[in-house]
């Protein structure tokens, strides 16, 4: 029993590690790379630029410093590590590839929190409260009469996301909850802490892409996936699907924009719906 308690204690120990190791090799290419993203959410002109709401801790907690707007058809993206200071041309990317799928919403919003935090356990951690405050907005929303959410994160932001449904009270739901490249474990979402708020969506998909070696090094291991390339592992729910997006999707921060993935979601989001 005593072999058994350490290896599992080392697998832990080495998961940490692994995060930590991520931190310090990709720091510098997530930080490279919200460029990247801001330059080609810049070159989509016809695409109306997302009203951001910053979600920040302050002196009495975690709050926002806006509403949602009250509307049809709501687009909401959450970005990830590094990602505050381009999520409005994040945002404006992703919408650019949901539009040219077939979707369009009737207004959009890009969620903007303190991501950009050397302790990426940290800024991991903070993805909880996140969640809930956005999960509090969508609330208000609905008391408001507002129609479709239709909510997307990516990377650290998938995980706000699948937070954000865990959080929702009673009588509020999200149409659709979408993850891309999560970065994640997939134990995470077949069992604790995000299992429970699936049925908050009509429907939930989780891009994921082999190719993402960034979530890859960072999640999963012995007896578990990492959500963001491998998918979950498991069937969390009825409504949950795992898309898997390798044949397009090269690299971490190459679900932005991608087409594949706009496409897809864009399908999902026109045809399905709650029964």
Known sequence: ????????????????????????????????????AATAGSASAQVAVPEVIEVDDGLFGWSADGSLPVTDELFVFIHGWFGDSTVSSQASTVQDALESGGYTPTESVAIEWPATNFNYLGAESDTEDVGAVVADLIEDFDDAGGGNVRLVG??????????????????????????????????????????????????????????????????????????????????????????????????????????????????????????
């Open 1 to 36: 029993m005593a072999d058994n308690d350490n290896t599992g204690e080392r697998a832990r120990r080495d998961s940490r590690t692994d995060r930590r190791t991520l931190l310090r090799a990709a720091g510098t290419t997530l930080v490279g790379g919200t460029g990247l």
């Open 154 to 275: 990516h990377s650290l932001g998938g995980r706000c996301v699948y937070w954000t449904a865990t959080k929702l009270g009673n009588g509020s739901g999200i149409e659709t909850v979408a993850g891309l490249g999560t970065a994640a474990d997939g134990s995470e979402i077949c069992g604790e802490p995000w299992n429970s708020g699936l049925d908050t969506a009509c429907e939930v998909r989780n891009y994921h892409s082999q190719n993402d070696s960034l979530v890859g090094s960072a999640y999963g291991g012995i007896g578990d996936t990492a959500l963001g390339t491998e998918g979950a592992g498991c069937s969390p729910a009825s409504n949950y699907s795992d898309v898997d997006v390798t044949g397009s999707v090269g690299g971490h921060l190459e679900y932005l924009g991608d087409d594949a993935v706009g496409s897809d979601l864009a399908d999902a989001i026109t045809t399905g719906g709650c029964e």
